[in-house]
Each structure stands twice: as structure tokens, then as C-alpha cells.
């Protein structure tokens, strides 16, 4: 089992920045691909970002393109959402997931075994 751990969650107001951070253990976290999800209520989960094994190539929803930024630490075991320019439509729960080796499928929720229990992230107009 992989463990996920999501924090940097809050209230921010239009216009600012989050820094999101997902500490993950319990399997050799280099294998696998991660992603960032979000799901505002009444809505579905949605695919915001994904980063390959290596950080080597990284993927964005046209959403978020231009202002948030998906990297990772291998040696911490910890992969970060960086959320500038944010706005209150980007109102939801962030969650990171983790496929081991990733796919082409990178932006379904299925494909992904393992998640975090999420963190809230409210921007205020």
C-alpha cells in the first residue's frame, strides 16, 4: 500500500498563491506517476495536473495551464501543486494520486490506485 498525505490547503483570495504538498510512503516512490485531482461540490473529480516518475514530463488541464505548476522531490517522497494567479472557480478539494509506472490514461481518476484524503483550497473573490 502507498500512503498520500496532502497539505497546504486554505483561504486565499483571487489573484494569490498556494503551494500544495503530498507526502507519500510506504511503497518505492520513484515508480510511480502522480497527479493532482480536485472536485468542487456537486461536481466530478477533475484532472489538474500529472507528472511522470523522473519529473521529466509533466501535464496540465487546460484550466490550469499557464498558472499552475505540478513538480516533485524524489528524495523527500513528495510531490507540490504550485497554484498561482488563483481563482474562485479553482474553489475545491485537491487530491494527489499515484499510479505505479503511469499511463497514457493519465487523466482518469481510475487509473489510479492509490489517493489522499484531500485538502480544501477556498479562494475568495
Known amino acids: 500500500q502507498m500512503q498520500l498525505v496532502e497539505s497546504g490547503g486554505g483561504l486565499v483570495q483571487a489573484g494569490g498563491s498556494l503551494r500544495l504538498s503530498c507526502a507519500a510512503s510506504g511503497r518505492t516512490f520513484d515508480n510511480y506517476a502522480m497527479a493532482w485531482f480536485r472536485q468542487a461540490p456537486g461536481k466530478e473529480r477533475e484532472f489538474v495536473a500529472a507528472?511522470?516518475?523522473?519529473?521529466?514530463?509533466?501535464y496540465y488541464a487546460d484550466s490550469v495551464k499557464g498558472r499552475f505548476t505540478i513538480s516533485r522531490d524524489n528524495a523527500k517522497n513528495t510531490v507540490y501543486l504550485e497554484m498561482n494567479s488563483l481563482k474562485p472557480e479553482d474553489t475545491a478539494v485537491y487530491y494527489c494520486?499515484?499510479?505505479?509506472?503511469?499511463?497514457?490514461?493519465?487523466?482518469?481518476?481510475?487509473?489510479?490506485?492509490?489517493w489522499g484524503q484531500g485538502t480544501q483550497v477556498t479562494v475568495s473573490s
Open positions: 507528472i511522470n516518475w523522473s519529473g521529466g514530463v509533466t
Open positions: 494520486a499515484a499510479d505505479l509506472y503511469g499511463s497514457s490514461r493519465y487523466k482518469v481518476p481510475d487509473e489510479y490506485p492509490y
